[in-house]
């Protein structure tokens, strides 16, 4: 199990999404990931901003990532 950790992800509360799931809004701390890739999601409906990305998670490690929420183009 790793542990990922993301505390100064964004300025606005955004939702989060792992794998396709939702596990919470940011800030997020003490999110529990199965060592391997996983596809990251960040949304933000308000502000109509969204960020995708990978992590790579190996045990006993803790992922820290910031990111900046880009306007939709849809």
Do not use: C
Not at 3 to 32: C, H, K, M, Q
């Amino acid at each position: 199990i790793v542990e990922a950790s993301w505390p100064n992800l964004i300025f606005v509360p955004s939702a989060v999404y792992v794998d396709g799931r939702f596990v919470g809004n940011t800030p997020l701390r003490g999110l529990r990931l199965q060592p391997g890739k996983h596809d990251v999601a960040l949304e933000n409906a308000v502000t109509d901003q969204r960020m995708k990305f990978s992590v790579e998670a190996t045990a006993g490690s803790i992922i820290q990532q910031s990111v900046r929420l880009v306007r939709s183009t849809r």
